[in-house]
């Protein structure tokens, strides 16, 4: 006795025009142009349809016409915030057109995400949305040499030509940074991500940046913990390496993004330091949460629906490439709330 579930054959075109007794053509007729079949042809096929409970097949339907209507998107972590919002903003964009969404996460994994790019090239998406896991561009570029349309996002575009959304990630680290230094701190720790990300190469030198202007010596000033990931549990373990540490602890505590910021507040909450009180933290996105935490999160806000939106309507109205390639950089935005104590 085979436990498989029996395999149910979809009705297919063929049996729809058997049953209403007319042509297959006949039947794509009524699909497609039914203004060019009778009320009455299309009357009974509409009801064979009904009872046989028949589903088009898009696929099937988009390689007999050409037209394609998924667009896929391959960024590093749909299990952060940050990303689910921004893909929001995509499939919002793309339903407009009746456009379909295929999501997939790279996990700051290049081989991983080549492998995403390559099923979207074989499925013949109409366009690909790429947050790039690492440095180098070849696997994005290539697919755009192979006419299907990229377009960056969350990612400056390093050459002209290809299509980029982002923010201004310098700017906005250093929003964070002279919030703080204006509350008084003169010891921070910047909890950062892997340098194969162009978002922490971005906060990390606008955080230099803006403490040179204010003449304090990283060396100093600073004290940077490198994380593998920039999610919660690095944010966590991050915290619990720098107090670990012997000598004076820094007073504030800039994390790359809302999720290792979440983290971070829970490694103090359990090592009983007060937030704000023994130390000030800041995050980078604000996302949903950093709103609703016990002490809400001050966070440099990014515009993530705003961010998804603009990237898949570069893509729907073609200006991704070539000379029409459209690089749009947004600014950051600070947000104050009582876990820098400004509140
Ligand atoms: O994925 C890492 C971070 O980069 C996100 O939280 C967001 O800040 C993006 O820019």
């Known amino acids: ?11 297919s075109v063929t049996d729809v025009a058997k049953r209403a007794g007319v042509s297959v053509g006949t039947v794509s007729n009524v699909l497609n142009r039914p203004e060019s079949v ?10 064979v349809i009904g009872e046989l ?37 995509i499939e919002d964009r793309l339903a407009q057109d009746d456009f379909t969404l295929m999501l997939c996460s790279s996990d700051e994994n290049p081989e991983r995400e080549a ?9 013949g998406v109409r366009g690909v949305i790429a947050t790039p896991s690492h440095g180098s561009l070849d696997s994005l570029l290539r697919l755009r040499d192979h006419g299907i349309e990229v377009v960056l996002l969350d990612h400056t575009s390093p050459v002209p030509g290809l299509a980029s959304v982002a923010v201004d990630d310098v700017g906005g680290a250093s929003l964070a940074m002279e919030h703080l230094i204006g509350l008084g701190h003169q010891h921070f720790a910047f909890l950062n991500g ?15 940046r803006t403490l040179h202007a204010h003449g304090l010596d990283p060396a100093v000033a600073l004290e940077e913990i490198a994380l593998d990931a920039l999610n919660a549990d690095a944010g966590d373990a991050g915290v619990r390496e720098l107090w670990a ?6 007073t504030a505590i800039f994390c790359a993004n809302d999720f290792t910021a979440l983290g971070a507040l829970r490694a103090l909450s359990e090592l009983e330091v007060e937030v704000p009180g023994d130390v000030a933290v800041v995050g980078y ?12 999160l001050t966070s440099v806000r990014q515009p993530m629906h705003t961010l998804g ?35």
Do not use: H
């Not at 009778?38 to 009801?47: G, L, Q, Y």
């Not at 339907?61 to 903003?89: K, Y």
């Open 115 to 123: 492998r995403f790019l390559r099923l979207f090239e074989e499925r």
């Open 285 to 296: 996105d604000d996302v949903m949460f950093a709103s609703m935490l016990t002490t809400p």
């Open 309 to 343: 939106w603009t990237a898949a309507d570069m893509l729907l109205t073609r200006r991704s490439s070539g000379e029409d390639a459209a690089q749009v950089e947004f600014e950051p935005e600070l947000v104050v709330r009582a876990s820098s104590g400004a509140a």
């Open 194 to 208: 892997p340098l194969n990300l162009r978002q922490c190469v971005d906060r990390r030198d606008g955080v230099y």
């Open 38 to 47: 009778s009320e009455r042809t299309r009357a009974k096929v509409e009801r």
């Open 245 to 250: 540490r012997t000598g004076p602890r820094p």
């Open 53 to 89: 409970n028949f589903v088009r097949n898009a696929s099937a339907r988009q390689l007999r016409s050409g037209e394609v209507s998924t667009v896929g998107a391959v960024v590093l972590d749909i299990a952060n915030p940050f990303f689910t919002e921004m893909a929001r903003g």
């Open 1 to 11: 006795m085979s436990n498989q579930p029996p395999t149910i054959r979809r009705p």
